[in-house]
T-cell receptor, first 114, second 111 residues
Framework: DADVTQTPRNRITKTGKRIMLECSQT?????MYWYRQDPGLGLQLIYY???????NKGEISDGYSVSRQAQAKFSLSLESAIPNQTALYFC?????????????FGPGTRLLVL | GEDVEQSLFLSVREGDSSVINCTYT??????LYWYKQEPGAGLQLLTY?????DMKQDQRLTVLLNKKDKHLSLRIADTQTGDSAIYFC???????????FGTGTRLLVSP
């Protein structure tokens, strides 16, 4: 299922570098999310966007920024990467038009910061 | 705040039933979800249940919800080796539509 795609799938970078992770969706959903997954910690919400002009901080937004360039695109930036940002990053989408508002996840980006 | 807890690990034999448990603290939860994550993949929605239901069945999957005890379980009948994965429960409260995830239960199915 390629409705939610993420690029790159894997990335190695050095401390202090700026990197961007991209997410695109073809589901026509209005809401998009960025999560990070660390072993034993489940998923933590970084940022979320309910529409193109709506951006909100999640639980762990420090050190990250986002841009909602269009309804279908939501990118996550690490302005100056640090090693403890090494994690698996997931983008997700949902539709406000459904009551259960199921979130659909991309395949993830594995990021290693050296 | 909201909290969702799961046991970390479950091991079963192929053909047996698996029961994965989850407890949550938010009494205003509206929907509860089960997601499956296979190695190297994203989270795949398995099923969800609305908070005014106590059971939902979907083929080999049965979800039981005890709202009084804030306890959710996922039963997988006739577990197969392909069911080996990490299973996450998640809950959604009222108002802001944030999902709160548990830490995941790793299910290992042996032949």
């Amino acid at each position: 299922d390629a409705d939610v795609t993420q690029t790159p799938r894997n990335r190695i970078t050095k401390t202090g570098k700026r990197i961007m992770l991209e997410c695109s969706q073809t589901k026509g959903h209005d809401r998009m999310y960025w999560y990070r997954q660390d072993p034993g910690l489940g998923l933590q919400l970084i940022y979320y966007s309910f529409d193109v002009k709506d951006i909100n901080k999640g639980e762990i937004s420090d050190g990250y920024s986002v841009s909602r360039q269009a309804q279908a695109k939501f990118s996550l930036s690490l302005e100056s990467a640090i090693p403890n940002q090494t994690a698996l990053y997931f983008c997700a989408t949902s539709s406000s038009r459904t009551s259960e508002e199921t979130q659909y996840f991309g395949p993830g980006t594995r990021l290693l910061v050296l | 705040g909201e909290d969702v807890e799961q046991s970390l690990f479950l091991s079963v034999r192929e053909g047996d039933s698996s029961v994965i448990n989850c407890t949550y603290t938010d009494s205003s939860s509206t929907y509860l979800y089960w997601y499956k994550q296979e190695p190297g993949a994203g989270l795949q929605l398995l099923t969800y249940i609305f908070s005014n239901m106590d059971m939902k069945q979907d083929q080999r999957l049965t979800v039981l919800l005890n709202k009084k005890d804030k306890h959710l379980s996922l039963r997988i009948a006739d577990t197969q080796t392909g069911d080996s994965a990490i299973y996450f429960c998640a809950e959604k409260g009222t108002g802001f539509q944030k999902l709160v995830f548990g830490t995941g239960t790793r299910l290992l199915v042996s032949p």
